[in-house]
């Protein structure tokens, strides 16, 4: 009898688990980043799989190549072979591009509560204003950087220089250069300089734009500003600086004079570039915003954002919001950026935690947002960036004229957008 009722309850615990595993919704969710990027994401995902036991989170981190424009092909490619993704993380280079094709869904209809509104408040409003797309909230934001100029209090105390002040100028960064760059063995070849540019966006020749006033693109990203004289200054700075006060490292000897070898005074990077020198032993280091152009101009900026979105295909939106408001809790976006340092929260509540681990100025990350604006990133990013790219490297290179090749950039640039 006793054998009996253990076979029956045992059967009512296979059904039981049978039925609880029917009834149980799958959510997949893309990242850009295998590895500690999209382990990290999973760890969140499995606290809220003990929570929500009904709703199973895979969290799949994509390998590709081609910067941006790989990764955005990656997922085009394995939404158009079936694949069933429910959520996406996509920096800000990409959201347009997606939110113009209708592949996402706006969570306008997802943000009535208090508890989204309070979170919605803790976001600074050029961020959360950047994830909107003909009115529409289609994304909700989970790291960003700014670029700031990074800077070595070895070099800077050996050359017997005040480090870089709030409110500093490019040319305090020049006279800094100056006093850094130096043959240190006297061989009659310089082994250290003040300074570094490179024909990158981001990190490079966007931020040297921006901070004297020009832009590549217009507000509504449909027309180019290369040939403007702000634009066309910001560039040609950026080879003065190689050839002219002869204070950067040609773009080919940008190996050789490296920041975290003693051999590189100041570079323009993120928050990314910080775990790195930690991990190698590097603290001597300090941040400060980027140079303002003149003592009484304001400091310009831009941010990248990496952000999370609901596609329109998901079978289950209603769980993949649920799956989605969880990622951005205060919570998981601390546990996230404890485990994957290279960015910063979304939350300004969340600031302060950057106390806890160099550099000392961590404010400085946050000192251009109130005049910054998101990474030029309309439908055609990826053309536009190729042309950039190459239009500075031979500006870097001084293969021509500055002017000849912003000319040539932005009338092929025109092209792209108009459709040409």
Known sequence: MRARTRFFLAAIVVIFAF??????????????????????????????????????????????????????????????????????????????????????????????????????????????????YNGELYWLPFEFNTVVMHYNTSLVDEAGAAYPHDGWTRHDMLELARKITADTNGDGIVDRYGVEVRPEGFAGYVQWIRAAGGDILDESWTRSRLNEPATLEGLQYMRDLIWEHQVAPRIDDLGNYLFGNDRLGMYARGRWEVPGLLASGFTHFDIQHFPLWEADAPLYGHFGMGANGILRDSENPDAAWEFLKYLSSAESLMKFLQAVPTGLPPLRSLWPALAETPPNNWQAFFKALPNAVPVYSPPSYPDIQRIMDQAVLEALNDQAPVRALVERAHRQIEAVLSGE
Do not use: C
């Open 19 to 132: 039925r609880s595993a029917l009834a149980q919704t799958t959510l997949t969710m893309v990242t850009n980043a295998p590895g500690a990027f999209s382990n990290a994401i999973q760890e969140i995902a499995d606290e809220f799989m003990k929570e929500h036991p009904d709703i199973r989170v895979e969290v799949i981190g994509i390998a590709h190549g081609g910067g941006w424009a790989g990764y955005f092909e990656a997922i085009s490619v394995r939404i158009a072979g079936g694949s069933k993704i429910d959520i996406i993380r996509v920096p800000t280079e990409g959201q347009r591009l997606f939110d113009s094709a209708g592949m996402m869904i706006p969570l306008d209809r997802y943000l009535q509560s208090d508890e989204m509104a309070a979170f919605l408040d803790d976001v600074p409003p050029a961020l959360l204003e950047s994830l909107r």
